[in-house]
């Protein structure tokens, strides 16, 4: 059966004048409402209002334009269904064989600032919505556009056939329902947020994490494997919103991505966000190997290679700068799987282009930002969910515990090596001197194991350098190897019932030891 009818109701206008002429062209009845409709006539194209077709005003300040029997039965209708035909044609129901709908930008407008409730209720849309769902339930005849990206396709295949394809419009429904569940849900989550808010403002609470978390994802690209060669795996991104971050990053050259290669990408990603220096880090198995925070990018990486250039063979490597020449020729000596930066200077893609298999990822504005959306990970029968950890050193909450105060230069590695702790796995110990990691001992099952993999690691004298652990010392041991090694001075979050212990340890060996009153746990 060939089109007949269009109804089209847009918010966003991309492309809808060439379109709907497309279809005036082949004397398409379109029917409108509201905005769409002015501009439609404004710009040439024969237009009949839905109010017109229906029988009834838009009302209640626009909230009905499109909820009704005529509009929703000229879409739900099943053309070859003999009762169906005979109830539509007692009632006077004409068929609507194609629906152009995009909703109101919800997103958009709850990203907003002093936002009210009442306004953001008011960008709640539920004719759209539900016309799309109607036309999508009926794709049998009916076709459902809710992205103006395939205007050009429908445009073509109607201009051809009369009609689209049984393909395409199973293809559109699809779509349509993912819109329609990813809008639901940024509507639930939001509404979830603001239940939170009013929880928070009258208990005095602390803010809670939503009673429901809505996921609408859709498959952005497969990847090479997953964590290992028979698994498979893919990149998913939010559907039907802007790509960012690591995600968004434009691969300039190099192999298929897999899975562990985003994993280390993200970790190597986030920890160069920490630092507003030219930084450098290698990452090796989500770990960071070395990290530096140098004068120039250059420097930051031979600094950040020196701490352990055994693993930081087949790395991945994160720059918080554009990685000029003179950097490229340092990091081209060594085998990387991985680089990605703010961008890369001419040059620097030169001599990068000669190891082929190198993959370089551009990250996008925004993309050595610190991650702010809620963290999940996946358990059988369930879903983890926990805020991102964004605690920074507060000032007013450090104390110092032993008798001698740490000098101004061993508090500022102090403050580095806290930061890289943040992103080394629990137990976590970091040495670190003259803005630069020296070992890092991670993973282990003890601290004061991870204390001595962090002396064996390193290839500088740890002489004069701090330490930075991303919990409490339970036992004075770990921090008598520390001294042991040549560490001076020593942060971590205190809280331990042997506190007294360690600090007594400290203090006998001459150590600074600050407290943060806050840990780093990263499992």
């Not at 002429?21 to 409709?37: H, V, Y």
């Not at 009949?48 to 509009?71: A, N, Y």
């Not at 036309?135 to 073509?156: I, L, M, W, Y």
């Not at 986030?270 to 250059?298: D, M, W, Y």
Request: with cysteine; net charge neutral.
């Amino acid at each position: 059966m060939a089109v007949q009818r269009a109804l089209i109701s847009v918010f966003d206008k991309t492309g809808i004048m060439d379109f709907a002429k497309r279809l005036a062209a082949m004397k398409i009845e379109i029917l409108s409402t509201g905005g769409t409709a002015k501009l439609l006539r404004e710009n040439g194209v024969a237009v009949r209002d839905v109010s017109d077709f229906t029988g009834w005003p838009e009302m209640l300040g626009g909230r009905v334009k499109t909820l009704h029997p005529k509009v929703h039965g000229g879409l739900l209708f099943r053309r070859k269904h003999a009762d169906d035909q005979k109830q539509v044609a007692q009632h006077g129901i004409a068929p609507i064989d194609l629906v152009v709908v995009n909703l109101y930008p919800f997103e958009a407008t709850a990203a907003r600032a002093g936002l009210s409730a009442e306004e953001l209720i008011e960008n709640i849309d539920i004719g759209g919505p539900t016309m799309l769902r109607s036309a999508a339930k009926n794709f049998e005849s009916v076709t459902a556009v809710s992205d103006p990206a395939d205007f050009e396709r429908v445009a073509k295949e109607i201009e051809s056939a009369g009609d689209t394809t049984f393909a395409t419009r199973l293809e559109l429904a699809r779509k349509v329902f993912a819109t329609t569940s990813r809008y639901d849900g940024m509507i639930t989550t939001e509404l979830e947020r603001l239940a939170a808010a009013s929880e928070h403002i009258s208990l005095g609470a602390k803010p809670v994490l939503p009673e429901r978390v809505h996921l609408a994802l859709r498959r952005q690209q497969e990847l090479r494997y997953g964590e290992n060669p028979h698994q498979a795996a893919a990149l998913y991104a939010p559907a039907g919103r802007a790509q960012e971050g690591l995600a968004a990053a434009r691969q300039l050259q190099g192999k298929e991505l897999s899975y562990n290669n985003f994993v280390d990408l993200e970790a190597a990603r986030s920890l160069a966000a920490e630092f507003e220096n030219p930084a450098a880090v290698i990452i090796k198995h989500n770990n960071p190997c070395g990290t530096a925070e140098q004068a120039t990018l250059r420097d930051a990486y031979l600094k950040a290679l020196a701490c352990d250039p055994v693993s930081a063979f087949g790395g991945v490597l994160a720059f918080n700068r554009q990685v000029d020449a003179a950097t490229a020729e340092e990091v081209a000596k060594l085998f990387v799987e991985c680089i990605a930066a703010s961008g890369f200077a001419a040059r620097a893609k030169e001599i990068f282009a000669a190891k082929k298999n190198l993959r370089l990822l551009e990250l996008p504005p925004g993309g050595l930002e610190p991650e702010h959306e809620l963290q999940l990970k996946r358990i059988l029968g369930g879903m983890l969910v926990q805020q991102p950890d964004l605690g920074g050193l507060n000032d007013s909450e450090l104390r110092t515990v032993t008798k001698r105060m740490p000098t101004p230069e061993e508090m500022h590695t102090l403050r580095f090596a806290w930061k890289v702790a943040k992103h080394v796995k629990s137990n976590a110990i970091v040495f670190a001197k003259d803005g630069a990691t020296l070992g890092v001992g991670a993973g282990q099952m003890s601290r004061v194991d991870s204390v001595k993999i962090a002396v064996m690691k390193a290839q500088s004298p740890l002489a004069g350098s701090v330490v930075a652990s991303d919990a409490f010392f339970p036992f004075p041991d770990g921090v008598e190897e520390a001294a042991k090694a040549g560490a001076t001075a020593v942060i971590q979050p205190g809280g331990s019932v042997r506190d007294p212990d360690v600090i007594a340890a400290a203090d006998r060996l001459g150590l600074a030891m600050v407290f943060t009153g806050m840990r780093h746990f990263l499992h």
